[in-house]
């Protein structure tokens, strides 16, 4: 299997290592939350409010005396599985018509004229109207911010597929009698991994700051449930006294976001030969 | 004689384009009987691939291409059908299977990330219907059939393991993977370097006798039509110029074209009775655009022979008056009148030298 492979010469640069090490000790503590914190995210204390870190509340405490720690490993939860279903969602439609517009002609420009369409609007404005139009819950924070990033996907596929279809392989198996779906899934979908991947780890980092943003401004997920941009949001008012309660949900997003973002572009300089370093 | 494996008849593919129709062939008739070669022969552009990819179907459909004429092609049920015709479906069905095409350029046909058993086994579980095992096995005869050394190993390898030769052995153990009765290949040896052609060259010879299939052979190489066709068909401007069997054609071409071509040949240039070797021959000019076709023959601006009655209208493929059952056509107004003195020094006086051995070398 040439996977260990790939991951070894992932992790020869330190820095993706780094990001790695990150995404990983987060994955981890959102997984084992309710081992690894002593109170519950939802829990008021309103006698221990706006307590600095200690011993105790490692993180301190925010406005309502709920322990930051926990609310941001339980909030790692939320905003990470938004994030990895708004990736995964919008990297399979979008492969999808990227695929549909680049391969058969006919499709394309009607396709592509919707995306550009869609493009032409800032990606939070849109998910803002859209989250506006089906109403403010966790799945339809999903649902928006899939349609937002779809159209990224299907561009960048498209323009593989292009690339692709021409290719003489692909007309030599069209000459072996093969049909054109399995054409699709068996000779071309392999050809788009990597781009795809790389698109995945981004739009899974962009989602981790469009959820917080949405969720910033009053749009996304309820504001009781812990994401990382609804703990922002409801401390912000409180900042100048105890300015760790939007200081520490900010790191968690800025980390992740950033370890996501170094994480993909090891995926792409190790996926694209000509970014190889000779030697 | 047996009924051909495919009669192509007046086939014609044109394409629309922004500076009006392009007829990329034209009229274009041949045969390729079972187990025979027949070579399609022509320069860049004349058409050679064109008819392939019509006869395969595989013309893009962006391209719109207009195609007429009739191409009949007898299965191995027997049963005759039109390739033009065909339903897609049923095309699909005959293709690789029945239908096979090796393409020129074995470095890009062989898809990078599967493996070539992988590739092989393909078409021979989509057409044969075996199970993933047994189709792996039968990848891995078909690779000691084509002569690659280890073969057991080489099946689970990936194409950019293997060298350029090593490929079209791939490719041709793909197209030939499910015994097609019919193979059309389509420049084969193009790319290769000229020990390996022949390698490749002798490999198919002894497949298409191990297995007594039809092999349509595109190609400018004049060299290898000589050695393996058993039939010449000559295009020029997407038109038949000259068809023969390949010992009467070598020996005594008709056509201008087809004696200029000849004439290029470098062992041409020494054959002239000089003893020191001449500058290689060039058929002066270019090919006309397609666009704008010469009203008359084709090939009459770059033709040395040509007169008055070249330049009125397309002359016909003229049909010699067959004796001793020799098929051979051409389409030129001086064979005509050549038919006329051939058939009467038949057997009589000596082969007339053809006339480019003595034709002016263009400077």
């Known amino acids: ?279 | 004689m047996s009924l051909p494996r495919l009669t192509v008849r007046n086939l014609s593919t044109s394409f629309p384009t922004e500076d009006g129709l392009v007829r990329s062939v034209a009229d274009v008739s041949f045969t390729i009987a079972p187990g025979k070669t027949t070579a399609l022969v022509g320069e860049s552009g004349s058409g050679k691939s064109v008819t392939s990819l019509t006869l395969m179907r595989l013309l893009p459909k962006t391209a719109q291409a207009q195609v007429s004429g009739e191409a009949a092609f007898v299965t191995r049920e027997g049963r005759t059908v039109d390739l033009l015709q065909l339903h897609e479906a049923s095309m699909r069905r005959l293709r690789g299977n029945q239908v096979s095409m090796i393409f020129q350029e074995p470095m890009t046909s062989l898809n990078p990330v599967l493996t070539i058993g992988e590739q092989i086994a393909e078409g021979v579980r989509l057409h044969l219907g075996l199970g993933r095992a047994a189709a792996l096995a039968h990848a891995r005869r078909m690779l000691d059939l084509v002569e690659i050394p280890a073969a057991a190993q080489r099946v689970h390898e990936y194409p950019h393991q293997l060298s350029g030769g090593m490929r079209q052995r791939v490719m041709i153990a793909l197209a030939m993977a499910c015994e097609p009765t019919l193979l059309i290949a389509d420049e084969p040896t193009t790319a290769l370097d000229v020990t390996i052609q022949a390698q490749i060259l002798a490999l198919m010879r002894r497949l298409q006798a191990e297995t007594g299939m039809s092999l349509l052979f595109i190609t400018h190489n004049l060299g290898v039509v000589a050695h393996h066709a058993d039939d010449v068909v000559v295009l020029y401007a997407g038109r038949v110029v000259e068809s023969a069997p390949v010992r009467d054609l070598f020996a005594e071409p008709w056509h201008p074209y087809t004696q200029g071509l000849l004439a290029c040949l470098p062992g041409q240039a020494r054959r002239a009775g000089q003893p020191k070797p001449r500058r290689l021959f060039a058929i002066r000019g270019q090919v006309s655009s397609p666009l704008s076709p010469p009203p008359g023959c084709a090939f009459e601006p770059r033709c040395n022979h040509a007169e008055a009655a070249c330049r009125g209208a397309m002359p016909a493929l003229v049909p010699a008056p067959a004796p001793a059952g020799n098929e051979r056509q051409a389409r030129c107004v001086r064979a005509v009148a050549k038919l006329q003195q051939a058939a009467l020094a038949r057997g009589v006086a000596p082969r007339a030298k053809p006339a480019v051995w003595s034709a002016k070398v263009p400077r």
């Open chain 1, 1 to 279: 299997m040439p996977l260990p492979r790939a991951i070894r010469q992932l992790m020869h640069r330190r820095i993706v290592l780094v990001a790695a090490g990150v995404l990983g000790v987060i994955a981890v503590l959102a997984l084992a939350a309710p081992w690894v914190t002593a109170f519950d995210p939802h829990d008021t204390a309103v006698l221990q409010r706006l307590k600095s870190p200690t011993a105790e509340h490692l993180l301190g405490t925010d406005e309502l005396g709920r322990d930051l720690f926990s609310r941001i490993v339980f909030g790692a939860r939320y905003s990470l599985a938004i994030a990895a279903f708004t990736a995964l969602g919008a990297v399979v439609c979008g492969t999808a018509l990227g695929l549909a517009a680049g391969f058969f002609r006919r499709l394309d420009a009607p396709l592509m004229r919707v995306v550009d369409a869609m493009m032409s609007l800032p990606d939070i404005l849109l998910a803002i109207a859209l989250v506006a139009i089906l109403g403010p819950s966790l799945a339809n924070v999903v649902l928006a911010l899939v349609l937002v990033y779809t159209p990224r996907v299907a561009r960048v596929v498209r323009a593989s597929t292009l690339v692709l279809r021409e290719l003489l392989f692909i007309e030599a198996v069209r000459a072996l009698g093969v049909r054109t779906s399995r054409i699709l899934w068996r000779h071309i979908l392999p050809h788009l991994m990597s781009p795809i991947l790389v698109q995945l780890s981004f739009i899974f980092a962009y989602a981790i700051l469009a959820e917080a943003g949405l969720s910033f401004l009053g749009v996304g997920v309820s504001p009781d449930t812990p994401t990382w941009g609804t703990m922002v949001a409801g401390s912000q008012p409180y900042a100048h006294q105890a300015f760790w309660v939007v200081l520490f949900p900010g790191l968690a997003i800025i980390f992740t976001a950033l370890s996501l973002q170094l994480l993909g572009d090891g995926v792409r300089d190790l996926l694209d030969p000509k970014l190889k370093k000779v030697g």
